[in-house]
């Protein structure tokens, strides 16, 4: 079965920086659209950030553009959102996702993790 295992999370300050990673399995990770979604406390889950299969085209939402890079290494079978600049609203579970389409992975993507918690401290 598909499983994907986000680490990478923990307490910062703001201002800092984190990088999280995902180690995908049980799917095809070379042809597969990848993102990052994430929920915070009382809140709904909102999409991040997206990478197309070969890594050529990225998405990433306006809250976080300029602060937020996702890359991907399909030799490792591991996507990762790199975070920088963070500020005390990015507090939240950070969720990998997975989908064969570059187009639902932004909206309803077929797979999810457990998610990792993002803390930032002002």
């Known amino acids: 079965q598909v499983q994907l295992v986000e680490s990478g999370g923990g307490l910062v300050q703001a201002g800092g920086s984190l990088r999280l990673s995902c180690a995908a399995s049980g799917l095809t990770f070379s042809s597969s659209a990848m993102g990052w979604f994430r929920q915070a406390p009382g809140k709904e889950r909102e999409f991040v950030a997206a990478i197309s299969w070969s890594g050529g085209s990225t998405y990433v939402a306006n809250s976080v553009k300029g602060r937020v890079t996702i890359s991907r290494d399909n030799a490792k079978n591991t996507v990762y959102l790199q975070m920088n600049s963070l500020k005390p609203e990015d507090t939240a579970v950070y969720y990998c996702?997975?989908?064969?389409?570059?187009?639902?992975?932004?909206?309803?993507?077929?797979?999810w993790g457990q998610g990792t918690q993002v803390t930032v401290s002002s």
């Open positions: 996702a997975a989908d064969s389409s570059y187009v639902a992975i932004r909206r309803n993507p077929s797979y």
